[in-house]
């Protein structure tokens, strides 16, 4: 099995973020990732070169993924070496709550600092709120004040860098007016079945690195499946996930496909040392009946009583 190193040569496994930190390439995500999370973690740092697991207090794993990163490191691997991400819920999106949300997370996760903490979704929600929120479970959400806490979080030296998820232009513009420190990351749903090229373009304009999430679409449209991804995934003698993440680096963005198979997790990040040729890249970016596959409306959307009657309004109407 090729070292992570050894992955790299000559083409890029990793991208420099603002800060002059590296975040890898490719990425374990762990969303509904189950029972066997701290086995996939380890398995992913250890035998498959993974250096970059994502998760989320959300989630309800971080213990598992805690767990799994704490036998990746006892088995030799040395903590600098990993890059760990995770995000803050919308029930914590308040300035006084920001810091013991982060605590939770080390706790859980057994670590000392965490290299990219995320606002998961820019809206607050109260304690307990359903999915979908009921009436006046969707709070005011104090951003500039949130961003603060998170930018002391990066001075205390508990976290390295900070950045945002499922932001809109709208959202990522009113950040950076009151931002002492940018976001580092900005993390979307992004495959060829969504491009997502309005937040895309605004992020390379201000020099925020994108991560992809759901590189392979979802059970409900799952890219895997495409004729398109499947024809090209034939002639390179690649598979339709190799090929999708392939896509997504060559984009320009780092990528964190998600399994708890170890063969799939192993093949997943086998993405190095070929390219996707610009012409087959052309035809996987021109996949018809885009849409975006997560809309946030089972958490945030209550048809009546708002304040998000609509997928559209989460979303800024901008898409």
Known sequence: MASAKAMGQGEQDRFVLKSGHAIPAVGLGTWRAGSDTAHSVQTAITEAGYRHVDTAAQYGIEKEVGKGLKAAMEAGIDRKDLFVTSKIWCTNLAPERVRPALENTLKDLQLDYIDLYLIHWPFRLKDGAHQPPEAGEVLEFDMEGVWKEMEKLVKDGLVKDIGVCNFTVTKLNRLLRSANIPPAVCQMEMHPGWKNDKIFEACKKHGIHVTAY??????????????????????????????????????????????????????????????????????????????????????????????????????????
């Open 214 to 319: 759901s590189p392979l679409g979802s059970s409900e449209k799952n890219l895997a499946h495409d004729p398109v991804v499947e024809k090209v995934a034939n002639k390179l003698n690649k598979t339709p996930g190799q090929v999708l993440i392939k896509w997504a680096l060559q984009r320009g963005t780092s990528v964190i496909p998600k399994s708890s198979k170890d063969e799939r997790i192993k093949e997943n990040i086998q993405v190095f040392g070929w390219e996707i040729p610009e012409d087959d890249f052309q035809v996987l970016c021109s996949i018809k009946d885009e849409k975006r596959v997560l809309t946030g409306e089972e958490l945030f959307v209550n048809k009546t009583h708002g304040p998000y009657k609509s997928a559209s309004e989460v979303w800024d109407h901008e898409n």
